[in-house]
């Protein structure tokens, strides 16, 4: 069903549209600039100013967007042991469970997520040592670039972890995935989390 106060055009292409989509709503704000996004799995946005964002646009200003933009992952570590593909040389975080994978684009194998789509993203971590005297860094890297860092290094206690987050700008195909920069986990890799969400898009 179409808004009565959806122009023309818009009305038409959302009718066509309505074939192939289960739900296809058309809105124009009272501020002609700034669209009315609602969520369907089709969605015709009438808009007098469109943005480039990957929607398919045309010169009337009507654009259209899936709306199966949501991106969220949260994976953890549920054993202690170090991957049996883990060199000694390497300084990945691996997690072995997957506990939500919205979109799909967090890689259990390599524990690297990788954005599907520019924007505003939250990331949050923590990495627990287990009976271990060193101090352990650990670094969020967005590709080959640390962002931030969290320490444990309290000597005295069985468990401590290394936490973090940080909401970040991140662009199309950027990798991002946790390193072990200093010291070693020693079999802390249980209850180790990483997780994420796409805020909003740019």
Known sequence: MVPKR???????????????????????????????????????VCDSSPSADGAVSSSLGISV??????????????TNHEPS?????????????????????????????LAPRRGIYSFSFHVVKVYNRQTIQVNLMQNDYPVISAFAGDQDVTREAASNGVLLMVEREDRVHLKLERGT??????????????????
Not at 15 to 44: D, H, M, R, W, Y
Not at 90 to 104: A, H, K, P, R
Not at 185 to 201: D, H, I, N
Request: net charge neutral; aromatic share 12%; proline share 4%.
């Open 6 to 44: 959806c122009p023309g055009p818009c009305a038409m292409l959302a009718l066509t549209l309505l074939v192939g989509c289960s739900v296809v709503f058309c809105a124009l704000g009272q501020n002609e600039t700034e669209p009315i996004v609602l969520e369907g799995k089709c969605l015709v």
């Open 65 to 78: 967007r899936s709306a199966g933009a949501k991106v969220a992952f949260s994976a953890v570590r549920g």
């Open 85 to 113: 593909d883990m060199s000694n040389t390497s300084t990945t975080i691996y997690f072995d469970q997957v506990l939500v994978n919205i979109g799909n684009h967090f890689d259990l194998k390599a524990s690297v997520f």
């Open 185 to 202: 986990l020693m079999g802390g890799w249980k209850y180790s989390t990483f997780s994420g969400f796409l805020v909003f898009p740019l």
